[in-house]
């Protein structure tokens, strides 16, 4: 039987929860008093530490729902992506337009990742 392991639990969520050699997690930008620019490069760098924390990494991401309020940031969003997504591992994504819990956010990430096998 799998393992569940959960790191950084609160009452309320995990920081990221891995099962099945397959990790979960949600990024919102530490600092939303940033520009959008400033929390798309914040968060995406967030997504590195937390694949690395859970044992994986950029090449064994398998999907990412992003979540933007403003739609008309999708633009600078991509731009940073593009930059971001290491060359044949794009990994399955949607954006969706929707209002975040605090009104400064202008992101948060729903990430899946494959652990890097052992």
């Known amino acids: 039987m ?65 979540y933007l309020p403003d739609p008309s940031d999708l633009t600078c969003f991509n731009e940073i992506w593009d930059a971001w997504v290491p060359s044949g591992h794009a990994p399955s994504r949607a954006c969706i337009h929707a209002a975040l819990a605090a009104p400064g956010y202008r992101v948060e990430l729903v990430i899946t990742a494959a652990l890097i096998a052992e």
């Open 2 to 66: 799998n393992r569940i392991v959960r790191h950084g639990v609160t009452s309320r969520w995990s920081d990221a929860v891995v099962h099945g050699g397959v990790g979960y997690f949600v990024e919102v930008p530490d600092d939303p008093g940033l520009d959008c620019e400033g929390q798309f490069r914040q968060v995406l760098q967030q997504v590195e530490q937390r694949l690395d924390q859970i044992g994986s990494d950029m090449q064994h991401l398998l999907q990412v729902v992003i």
